[in-house]
């Protein structure tokens, strides 16, 4: 009981001293807003083309919510030393850093929900596979968040943690089979693409959405799943390391 009430409450001050923040409401939609103009007016593309569109908007907005924030957050706590009186709450390393990425997490889903209720006013959105969507969103969120964790941890600054992130994230956006083939891509770059978490999602999201994936859905939640253990364990065998002595 002691585990839950910590955990709670470290999700519930996260909640109020960074994700509920104006700013960060206001990132969380206009962000999204952004994106899905810019490669509107980059492709030319009609109202007919959002379904094609929707699942790279989705993923980038969940990709760069996460990260972006839990990047600042647990850098900015590490620093100000309060991540060491978190230490002393009555729960285990694992539980206390599931709680500091749950509100991430949570941030991430609604991130992606943005998009998916502008797209609803524009498109029909009856034939989508929500059932293969909805796993894939959250699965997209967790593993971007524990990326966004495992930078966070390898470094000392805030601003070596937007730097770090975005060598991460940028690649992402191209190789990720996002906005075009993984196919079309020279044969040299094909196995960077496969391993990066984001595949595996976006395969999802194009499947769910267009009903166009290149992989079973099995192998694409396994293997995400898969990737988010690693990043996880990365990230604590990191702070055992530097952060706790």
Request: charged share 10%.
């Amino acid at each position: 009981m002691k585990q839950w009430i910590a955990f709670c409450s470290i999700l519930g001050k996260d909640t109020r001293s960074y994700y509920l923040k104006p700013p960060n409401i206001s990132w969380g939609i206009v962000f999204p807003l952004a994106w899905t103009s810019m490669f509107f007016i980059r492709s030319g593309a009609g109202l007919e083309d959002i379904m094609s569109l929707l699942p790279g908007v989705v993923a980038v907005s969940v990709l760069f919510g996460t990260t972006s924030l839990l990047a600042v957050t647990v850098t900015f706590e590490k620093k100000g030393r309060s991540f060491e009186r978190l230490l002393l709450a009555p729960i285990s390393l694992e539980l206390l850093m599931l709680a500091k990425t749950s509100g991430a997490i949570l941030f991430g889903i609604v991130n992606a929900a943005v998009p998916i209720i502008m797209a609803a006013f524009l498109a029909d959105l009856s034939q989508v596979q929500w059932g293969l969507a909805v796993p894939a969103i959250v699965l997209i969120a967790v593993a971007s968040t524990f990326l966004g964790l495992f930078i966070a941890v390898s470094v000392s600054e805030v601003f070596e943690a937007q730097t770090f992130s975005n060598f991460f994230r940028f690649p992402m956006i191209f190789l990720c089979g996002l906005f075009f083939p993984i196919a079309n891509l020279p044969v040299f770059l094909r196995p960077l693409s496969y391993a990066l978490p984001l595949t595996y999602g976006a395969d999802l999201l194009h499947g769910a959405f267009e009903g166009a994936m290149t992989m079973a859905p099995v192998l694409n939640f396994v293997l995400l799943g898969l990737f988010c253990l690693v990043l996880f364990g990365l990230s604590l065998h990191n702070i055992r390391r530097k952060w706790i002595v």
